[in-house]
């Protein structure tokens, strides 16, 4: 298929205007989601550059590299960076920002200039932190456990949670924005049942983004409060609970995950049917099981607390809820398999990250069910069993799905080609390296190895030096696709319209897309998805 | 809703409406295709900043509760440091300037601007009521040492308790607070528009919007007031 030279003189979002200042003043959502995309690959970098740290000074018994004080602000900066301000804003702020309008046929989000100024509020928030990293650092881990970040660490607490309470408000605004554009601004004809999935997943996360994101910054709030006045809510002295801080904390934490999964999720339901040239499998299951991850999500928060002193019936409830929620996650495994099923698939970049989401997410799940079970998760509470295992969901899952996304919808975004075989080798190098990493930490874990030590007993260093070999290999490849997409913007070949041959509203306009997105608001007469099961005119675009 | 919208039009000539609208009614945004779909969607999105709100209060009146159950009779009795005049005080004057602001979006739809500035003074100058009140409460909890981490000096039965009853009260109304200043500032805003007769039957999304706003941050103090300041009088 050949460019359609038209679509490169045309006016796009990317040519209409040159210079900083129509980037920072701007109220597109395309360029927002641009803007964030640069932003939380730098934060992503900073948490990336942390684990490598954590990582090498692992890799002897006796942590050579580095301090215990400086071990421990060093995983808290990781946590920090990668949760707050790279995983929760990832795909939402990401391709969610530039995708949902162009997905429903709308010129923009309900709320341009609330858009723009939750970036701002994100870059806050973000240098507010580092500036409680830049002067000295924070040690209580990315949790802010009390009594210990309260009383105990004299170290920058206040900042960093302060940071974290801004960044809350940034989440808040893109949910909200994301609602009110889902329900009131879709193209003529696009019925609820019609929503391409990635929209319902992103439905699901904004409704988690408003009810949750509230409380974790009313908490982290009253965490810096009583540390800079000296009140006490959490003071054990005055009777308060530290306690109370767990489950406040997790009321917001443990849904989070499933603002860094949902996404992804959604993410692979397009790419899946796209590259088996398949329609979806079961499209109102995964649709509907997005909104009951996010509503069941909210009922699990006690099974971080097991080992807490919490009352044994509110464990046994948790831990039946935590069965509960793994079924509509199941649910959408069960649904991308069938899916592939006597599909004509393609293994392109971005189909070999769906395939990767789905193996690992399973993993990442299924070793889920074992810290949810009462019993076990009294053996490997605090171990690196639970780092590998939300690592499986968090990277192998959640990163896999935006890296997936990125490479999707890269055309759409640059209106240029990234290259094909230079990408495809990178998936298999990450995939590679991430397991590497965290195969053995499941191991390690199970066998007694505590998170958050930065010694252990000689016999534990041949499955760390795996696991530090495997972290060096993920981290190049990660660095591939940071540098190959830069380089394609500039160098990269034109980009049709629509390159994948895909079904969807955004690739019924041209790439990239023009301020307003579509020359006509489009009207929609079919449901998603309506792939043919074999074309054999059809072609892919690939560089 | 067939669209007529000309997206080869660069975009940096399409916003910017509502920067000069004012004469002829309010010109719809970019975004949207007409004045009907663009109140809905700040309607909805202004329902659902409150639900937002209800979470972030919700959770900290939740901690409070949980307190409140484990310590009954310390709690019960350190409502007591509470002034009941003031308090109720301020109910009648936030009740009242929810009726005044529920006149002021009225207006904002049906009379001149005169009548539209004169209503959202009027809740203006009641907030600020409010909040002078609450000021001299704070003060005289300084004067009687009963201000948390800085110099508490309460040391009857149960003063650790008390201690962390008063530490909610000022987080709480300290928050509700800061709620109320930003209502002030939003009708400061809403005065200036109106006197610009930016208000009129075909636009008042935003005298609405803050009412909504206002009315909620009052529904919080119907909460609060009896929560910390009724607690011990039965």
């Given at each position: 298929m050949t460019p359609d030279p038209s679509s490169r003189t045309a006016v796009n979002y990317l040519n209409v205007d040159y210079g900083v200042r129509s980037w920072l003043l701007t109220k597109d959502h395309k360029r927002i989601g641009f803007l964030y995309l640069v932003s939380i690959t730098v934060m992503f970098a900073i948490g990336g550059l942390a684990a490598l740290a954590i990582r090498l000074d692992l890799l002897t018994p006796a942590g050579d590299l580095m301090g215990d004080d400086t071990y421990n602000k060093m995983f808290t900066m990781h946590g920090v960076a990668m949760v707050f301000f790279f995983l929760v804003p990832s795909i939402p702020a990401v391709l969610g920002n530039f995708l949902i309008p162009l997905m429903i046929g709308a010129?923009?989000?309900?709320f341009p200039r609330l858009n723009l100024a939750s970036w701002y509020i994100f870059i806050l928030g973000g240098g507010i932190t580092l500036y409680a990293v830049l002067t000295g650092g924070v040690d209580t881990g990315w949790t802010f456990y009390t009594p210990y970040s309260t009383e105990g660490s004299n170290t920058n607490v206040t900042s960093a949670a302060l940071g974290v309470f801004v960044s809350g408000f940034s989440s808040i605004l893109t949910g909200l924005n994301f609602l009110v554009t889902i329900h009131r601004m879709r193209a003529p004809g696009l019925r609820w049942l019609r929503l391409p999935l990635f929209v319902w997943a992103q439905y699901a996360t904004s409704i988690i983004f408003i009810l949750g994101t509230p409380v974790i910054a009313i908490t982290v709030l009253l965490v810096a409060v009583e540390r800079s006045l000296d009140i006490g809510i959490f003071d054990p002295a005055l009777g308060g609970d530290p306690i109370l801080f767990q489950h406040l904390f997790w009321f917001y934490s443990h849904p989070a995950v499933y603002i860094m999964i949902l996404p992804a999720m959604g993410v692979v339901s397009e790419i899946i049917p796209c590259f088996t040239r398949n329609k979806i499998f079961g499209y109102k299951f995964i649709a509907v099981s997005s909104l009951a991850i996010a509503l069941l999500g909210f009922l699990v928060w006690g099974h971080h607390m097991f080992v807490s002193g919490q009352s044994v019936n509110a464990s046994l409830i948790f831990s039946f809820l935590s069965f509960a929620v793994a079924i509509p996650s199941a649910v959408k495994v069960f649904n991308w398999t069938a899916t592939l099923y006597k599909g004509s698939i393609g293994f392109e970049a971005p189909m070999l990250y769906a395939l990767g989401f789905i193996g690992l997410f399973t993993i990442g799940g299924l070793t889920g069910l074992f810290l949810a079970s009462l019993g076990l998760d009294v053996h490997v509470h605090d171990t690196y069993f639970v780092v590998a295992h939300f690592h499986y969901i968090m990277v192998g899952g959640a990163v896999m799905g935006y890296l997936g996304g990125l490479h999707f919808w890269w055309p759409k975004i640059s209106g240029k080609l990234y290259p094909e075989w230079l990408a495809r080798v990178s998936a298999v190098i990450i995939f590679l390296g991430f397991n590497l990493t965290f195969f053995p930490q499941f191991v390690l874990g199970y066998l007694g190895m505590p998170r958050r030590y930065h010694v252990y007993p000689p016999e534990f260093q041949v499955l760390n030096v795996f696991s530090t070999a495997g972290a060096s290999i993920l981290g190049f490849g990660y660095l591939l696709p940071i540098v190959y997409f830069a380089w394609s913007m500039r160098y990269g070949k034109v980009a049709s319209a629509n390159p994948w041959n895909a079904?969807?509203?955004?690739?019924?306009?041209?790439?990239?897309?023009p301020p307003d997105n579509f020359a006509e608001t489009p009207v929609v007469e079919d449901d998603p998805y309506g792939y043919t099961r074999i074309d054999p005119g059809e072609e892919l675009q690939v560089a | 809703m067939p669209d007529s919208h000309a997206a080869s039009v660069p975009h940096a000539h399409h916003h910017g409406h509502d920067s000069h609208a004012g004469h002829a009614g309010h010109a719809v945004a970019h975004q949207f295709d007409d004045a009907e779909q663009q109140f809905g969607a700040a309607t909805l999105g202004m329902w659902i900043f409150l639900l937002t709100e209800v979470m972030f209060f919700g959770a900290i009146l939740a901690a409070y509760a949980i307190y409140f159950v484990t310590y009954v009779d310390p709690f019960e009795d350190a409502s007591n440091h509470l002034s009941l005049a003031l308090g109720a005080l301020n109910t009648v004057i936030l009740l009242t300037s929810s009726l005044t602001m529920a006149r002021a979006v009225h207006a904002a739809q049906t009379a001149d601007a005169r009548t539209q500035v004169r209503w959202l003074v009027r809740t203006l100058a009641l907030g600020a009521a409010f909040l002078v009140i609450k000021a001299f409460e704070y003060g005289s909890k300084f004067e009687e040492g009963?201000?948390?981490?800085?110099?508490?000096r309460y040391d009857g039965p149960g003063a650790a308790q008390h201690e962390l009853f008063l530490s909610f009260y000022f987080a709480l109304t300290g928050l509700h607070a800061l709620h109320m200043i930003i209502g002030i500032g939003v009708l400061l805003v809403l005065v200036w528009m109106a006197r610009r007769g930016r208000f009129s039957a075909a636009y008042f999304t935003p005298v609405e919007m803050s009412g909504l706003y206002w009315h909620f941050v009052d529904l919080v103090w119907i909460f609060l007031f009896p929560m910390l300041y009724l607690l011990g009088r039965h």
């Open positions: 010129r923009d989000l309900a079904a969807g509203l955004e690739w019924a306009t041209p790439s990239p897309p | 009963l201000v948390p981490g800085i110099g508490f």
